[in-house]
């Protein structure tokens, strides 16, 4: 057996023991890059670490540091209140604001589970007082964090890119992010009509705009411990460290004069998130930079948040991705990289081949992490896109990037597992083969879809 194939097969069985067992995948490749690093490739420590993702590894710590900030500092549930008492009776808007909550979350550094997490338990409670399908509900909640992923500076949209640019491959961050967002708003307007929609027009709520307090999901119900998904322990902490006596989301009382006093440092934070979109968007500076920077500026202000917002930050998840690209790495060194990209085109056209690899993406990702399956697919794929194959590499990595995650709404997922959880008034097992079903028909489908859209079209 080839030592290319060696270093496939283990990746395989990193996903498999990640997938099976409640252990982070980073953790693992690490192993495998230390173990086929020095055994099957014959490189020493300094080689292996060559892999090591430096800027990746500060781009994430930087955006998870500013977004558990701002979710300490009360500024993500200022901006919910704000959101939701905008709907006034409105039912049928309630569905949409907390898609685009998620979405928002997102896109501005929050890690997927992380927004699902904050939004899903209110979004279910919200379908429980009102008679809105708590499918609709949660499939919106799960299709809206995933439909803001890929801007340029959240968590999605920073692996891709710097994997993409690391490739050598055309890049085009906006492209990217459009195709998320459209094809995850797409797919939320058709279930929107599936499930009732339109018999939510003709509805209203109670003209006061009173809304219902939403208990926070109860620990241990659903995300990695249970279904293997690591990318479910980065809010762990985030859940363990908020206090008891947090104001419900919901709560439409007026603002105590504690709230007042802080409201410029919640619109200093609103700020901070813009400085970051701008500086980063327009002046091309380092995202994981310019995020701690802002991080800092904001701690300074109330220093007792820095502690517990370092606590919060999403380490299993950087654990995960560092560990994956640094074991990509040494697959790279071997030229196992181009050994397959070779291997697929060779075997058949590289349209099929970059539908293959999509399908990879989807069936992966239901199952195990979205972030894992991108940081090692798209580099399987750099041999037949930088030859004359006459497939685009920015249709295939937006393709890529919708296949390998909108298939979170599975059960198995850490996404669906906290739809699942915080459904009410529901009979589990029949709402769980709901999710399943659907998840299944997605896992199908999208990769078809995006790849005619993005790739062929």
Request: aromatic letters at 8%; one cysteine or more.
């Amino acid at each position: 057996m080839s030592s290319h194939w060696i270093s496939i097969y283990a990746l395989i069985g990193m996903f498999v023991l990640a997938t099976v067992l409640p252990i982070n995948m980073g953790v693992i490749a690490f192993v495998g890059a230390f173990l086929v690093g020095t055994l099957v490739a014959g490189m020493n420590a300094k080689a292996i670490m060559g892999g090591f993702p430096a800027d990746l590894f500060l781009t994430l710590v930087g955006i998870t540091y500013l977004f558990a900030l701002a979710q300490n500092n009360g500024t993500i549930d200022w901006l919910v209140k704000l959101a939701v008492r905008a709907v006034r009776g409105r039912i049928a808007a309630i569905p949409w604001i907390m898609f685009f909550i998620a979405a928002l979350l997102t896109a501005v550094g929050a890690v997927s589970p992380a927004a699902v997490a904050i939004i899903a338990p209110i979004a279910l409670g919200f379908a429980a007082k009102y008679g809105i399908n708590p499918l609709l509900m949660g499939l919106m909640v799960v299709h809206g964090a995933q439909g803001g992923g890929f801007s340029p500076i959240s968590i999605y949209g920073g692996i891709t890119n710097k994997i993409v640019a690391r490739a050598g491959l055309p890049l085009n961050e906006m492209a990217t992010m459009l195709a998320s967002l459209g094809v995850n708003l797409a797919v939320a307007l058709l279930l929107f009509f599936m499930f009732g929609g339109m018999k939510l027009v003709r509805q209203k709520a109670d003209p006061t705009g009173a809304m219902p307090a939403v208990p926070r999901v109860a620990h241990g119900q659903g995300g990695a411990q249970v279904y293997g998904d690591a990318e479910g322990e980065s809010f762990s902490e985030e859940r363990r460290t908020a206090t008891p006596d947090d104001d419900s989301l919901m709560d439409a009382s007026p603002a105590t004069p504690a709230e007042k006093g802080s409201r410029l440092y919640q619109i200093a934070t609103v700020g901070g998130l813009l400085a970051l979109a701008v500086l980063t968007l327009f002046f091309k500076q380092d995202i994981g930079f310019v995020s701690i920077t802002i991080g800092l500026l904001l701690t300074l202000m109330a220093p007792n948040l820095q502690k517990r917002a370092l606590g919060q930050v999403s380490w299993p998840e950087i654990m995960l991705i560092v560990g994956v690209s640094t074991y990509v790495g040494v697959m790279e060194k071997m030229g196992t990289i181009d050994f397959v990209g070779h291997s697929v085109a060779g075997l058949t056209s590289p349209l099929m081949a970059a539908l293959l690899l999509c399908f990879v993406g989807a069936v992966v990702s239901a199952f195990a992490s979205s972030t894992a399956v991108l940081g090692s697919l798209i580099p399987l794929a750099v041999p037949f896109l930088q030859g004359e194959a006459g497939v685009s590499a920015i249709g295939f990595i937006a393709a890529m990037a919708v296949s390998s995650t909108i298939v979170d709404v599975s059960p198995f997922s850490t996404n669906g597992a906290l739809v699942l959880a915080n459904a009410k008034g529901v009979d589990r097992d029949v709402f769980f083969r709901h999710l399943m079903v659907y998840g299944a028909i997605v896992t199908v489908v999208a990769p078809v879809v995006v790849w005619l859209l993005f790739v062929v079209l």
